[in-house]
DNA sequence: ATACGAGTCCGTCATCCCCA
DNA sequence: TGGGGATGACGGACTCGTAT
């Protein structure tokens, strides 16, 4: 696999394994974690070998720098070990809470790794045929919710912003965007200028011409018409993408406070049980 | 200084899925 | 059932930290 195919891979992998993570959290112990992230990961990867398994953990305390690697043997419940390679990702200074709650995302390598990378890229189209359609996270963090109280749903757009949990940094997404006489869309705000491949019949947002499939005579009429509605689909679809991973994001901040939470949880709970052997236990001098 | 790896962001395509 | 919004997947550009 390339570098950056694996890359995708990663990538694609981190909601999957996020919520293997919070399944697997209460443990609490790194090892299990990327255990059972092995194993799940192998089923749903059968025949697949040459592709690195993945899995998320959540550590405790502070990790290396920002995209330092880390690389650490694990060993599985089969008893074999594996290396595995761990890069910190440092989360939004304000987003995090608790400060000790740290994402480590770890991708062990496989035996066959090097030699099928060797072998080239798959086309694009057999990869998507590889990789399933996942189920939505926003799907998924629904039914997280309705399972547990307490963890937000992502909603429509107006709960959403008018919801926000305090903990929770808001994004500033920028709206105001007009094109100029160059065909050039510009934005205010901290988004980068962009353009528009073929400016001619780019409009606005939020702009729709009023022109027909009747109005329209000449071929020279229909191409551009098909054009415009080309732009005018890749415009929306532009920010629908954006507003996506503004909510992906958020989806993520949401699961990352959820795991900070169970974590607190489960540490009272362990106190607590030690508490009671305690009481329960009967002395011995 | 520079090469390199890893992470992030963005635009686009393909597909899913809801609603009129 | 078709249209359109939502989102997974992909590839490219860019940034940043580290090693040399």
New binding site residues.
Partial sequence: M????????????L?QMTMETIESQQDGSVTDSVAESESAHMQTQTGQNSIPTLAQVSVAGSG??????AVTLVQLPSGQTVHV????????PSVIQSPQIQTV?V?TIAETDESAESEG?????K??????????????LNELSSDVPGVPK?E??KSEEEGTPPNIATMAVPTSIYQTSTGQ?T?TG???T?Q??APTTALPQGVVMAASPGSLHSPQQLAEEATRK?EL?????????????R???EYVKCLESRVAVLEVQNKKLIEELETLKDICSPKTD
């Fill in positions: 390339s570098k950056c195919g694996r890359k995708k891979y990663i990538k694609t992998n909601r290396t720098g920002r995209g330092s690697p390679q761990g890069v910190i990702q440092t989360p939004q995302q991708a890229v798959i086309d694009s189209h990869r998507r045929e590889i990789l399933s359609r996942r189920p939505s996270y926003r799907k998924i992502i429509e757009e869309y934005a901290d988004m980068p962009y528009i491949r080309r689909r890749l415009m929306k679809n532009r920010e629908a993408a954006k507003e996506c991973r909510r992906k994001k």
